[in-house]
């Protein structure tokens, strides 16, 4: 039993790669809640929408590699222009002009891309944990990240994890900690095992395809500071995932509006649905339609 | 930060015990929250009061022995008796003439003693996971604890924890496996951390004091049931079906006795009002609304 229920779903194929979709609620004006890493698919969004879509017309899709999408393994298809070019599609398909998206982690780079690319589709943004290279990570994230494709050692622990071998050996293993990871807050089994749950739905190969795309030819910075629609950045202060100052520089290049959650991980939609949901409802109404 | 912040919040003293309520203020009924042991306190009920208190009055106390009340010890000042005068104090203290009471666990002895003693006061029992003795099919795991109640154990361990030596040396082991036993949904980490700390405001003296009084002067099977089908008043009960605590047959036959509701929980344990607090909070709602609200 769910909260809502989609009032179309379908399915919409762009060069050979088929993306599954949801439209739920029925209201004058559309929010799209974008995918994230393809490690999940978009039930992550399910705090989001049955409250949204009381108000809204939601758009969601499984971006590809997981959910009721294709398990593509072509790194092309996984850039962010890419992920921008999917979105553009699904709205098409649902006969959508202009939206409001709203973009978790990765997905908010998919998200600037889209309104970089088809700016007259897009009236607004919200960027949830924003996890994009905008200030350094962690020295320790760093050195992991280095050592993504070398072999891992015996004892491996911790961010060693994040590691193509260590995805192929024990791909579960990884999930459930890089879940713990995103979901520091206490009291988090249930989302953790949700997110785990919808890790198994796809694996490592997708995973390396994903990780293997090349970066968008525009720098991130001057991507964010050519965005022209209005911008609300929502950050945990606590997240171990994406540090909350790439947040805090998202919002000052976008020239948008910075929601700190205290004491917030990197999901805070899932979390603290009830205080992200009316912020994403207030920026919606702040928004010129 | 609470959801919701009482109107008044004071405290009696009653025959030298401090006991603490709060009022919320709203259109009538008054709901009076009873609290079943000095093993929690009004905080057991805080998945109800915010939703409920928005509906009707609604009115908590913390029982002797625990939260913002007096920590007297002794069996003599645990017993039912004296549990069913505070909460009877409370109703007058706080300008109550006629409530509904909501009960869990043991309270709904309490509940059952004050409805039975005043029926112009008691205008009808919401009985969760109710503690009754007698009812329903016999529980072994507690009449094997209960049977070695005062010996000393080697190394007790698991429902033999419910001892007065366990509970006074070993208190925060028998709570903790109480509340995990009692918590049988998953992903109750918070309802656990709650309920262990709440108890572990009182102590195992208290607690096992309490549980010695509760059996003084119990009434007879036939005494119990001759209460309870003297009830004319209407009741709700609800009972999760894996309920470790009170088997929910306790509840079927409370329901059958009185010709109450039964609203049975499939999947919840004793703590349903923690962790299913919508359909808990729905079903009180909406009894409450059918009884005393409608034309």
């Not at chain 1, 088929?18 to 994230?36: A, E, H, M, N, W």
């Not at chain 1, 108000?55 to 790194?75: F, I």
């Not at chain 2, 998953?186 to 309802?191: G, Q, R, V």
């Not at chain 2, 049931?225 to 009741?235: E, F, K, S, T």
């Amino acid at each position: 039993m769910r909260a809502a229920y989609p009032e179309v779903e379908g399915v919409v194929e762009r060069d050979g790669v088929k993306l599954s979709y949801q439209v739920f609620g029925r209201g004058d004006r559309t929010i799209l809640l974008l995918p994230t890493w393809t490690i999940i698919h978009s039930r992550f969004w399910k705090m989001q929408v049955p409250y949204l879509s009381r108000h809204y017309r939601v758009v969601t899709y499984d971006g590809p590699g997981n959910g009721g999408s294709d398990r593509v393994t072509d790194p092309d298809r996984y850039t962010f222009d890419a992920y921008a070019q999917d979105a553009v599609e699904v709205l098409d398909a649902c006969g959508i002009e202009r939206v409001v998206t709203v973009g978790l982690s990765l997905g908010a780079g998919y998200a600037a891309r889209l309104a970089r690319n088809a700016p007259d589709r897009v009236t607004g943004i919200v960027m949830v944990g924003p996890s994009l290279p905008l200030t350094p990570s962690s020295p320790e994230r760093e050195a992991t990240f280095q050592k993504f494709t070398a072999p891992y050692p015996e004892d491996v622990d911790g961010w060693g994890k994040y590691n193509l071998a260590y995805w192929y050996d024990d791909y579960q293993d990884f999930t459930r900690f890089f879940f713990e990871q995103c979901f520091n807050e206490p009291h988090s089994t249930k989302p953790i095992e949700d997110a785990v749950g919808w890790a198994a739905d796809t694996g490592p190969e997708v995973l390396e395809a994903e990780a293997s795309r090349p970066e968008p030819s525009e720098p991130w910075t001057e991507a964010l500071e050519s965005l022209s629609c209005p911008v609300l950045v929502i950050h945990g202060t606590r997240d171990q995932i994406s540090p909350y100052e790439r947040g805090v520089e998202a919002a000052r290049l976008t020239r948008g509006t910075l929601m700190t959650m205290t004491g917030s991980g990197h999901i805070p939609n899932t979390r603290d649905p009830v205080r992200v949901n009316l912020a994403i409802r207030r920026f919606v109404e702040s928004v010129a339609s | 930060m609470r959801a919701t912040t009482p109107t008044k919040t004071a405290s009696i003293d009653r025959a030298g015990v401090r006991i603490h309520y709060e009022v919320y203020d709203n259109e009538g009924p008054t709901l009076l929250l009873v609290p079943p042991s000095p093993i929690t306190h009004s905080r057991i009920y805080k998945a109800q009061i915010p939703y409920l208190a928005r509906h009707f009055r609604v009115v908590t106390f913390d029982g002797r022995g625990n939260g913002r009340s007096g920590r007297p010890e002794g069996i003599e000042v645990h017993t039912r008796d004296e549990n069913v005068a505070d909460l009877m104090t409370v109703l007058e203290r706080t300008g109550t003439e006629e409530a509904v009471l909501v009960a869990h666990c043991h309270a709904n002895w309490w509940a059952l003693e004050a409805a039975s003693r005043h029926p112009d006061r008691v205008i009808g029992l919401v009985a969760i996971e109710p503690g009754i003795p007698y009812l329903g099919e016999p529980q072994p795991h507690w009449r094997e604890a209960g049977a070695a109640w005062d010996q000393i154990l080697e190394s007790p361990d698991g429902w033999q924890l419910f001892n007065r030596h366990a509970i006074e040396n070993r208190h925060r082991d028998w709570i903790e496996f109480f509340f995990e036993a009692q918590l049988v949904e998953p992903h109750s980490s918070k309802a656990f951390e709650d309920a262990v700390g709440w108890a572990m405001e009182s102590t195992g003296r208290i607690l096992a004091d309490s549980e010695e009084a509760q059996e003084m002067g119990a009434p007879t099977a036939d005494e119990i049931r001759a209460i309870i089908a003297g009830l004319d008043i209407p009741v709700l009960v609800i009972h999760g079906d894996r309920d470790v605590c009170q088997h929910v047959t306790k509840g079927r036959e409370l329901a059958a006795l009185t010709g109450g509701q039964l609203v049975e929980m499939a999947g919840s344990g004793h703590l349903a009002l923690a962790r299913d607090p919508v359909p808990v909070n729905l079903a009180i709602k909406d009894f409450v609304y059918q009884k005393w609200r409608l034309p």
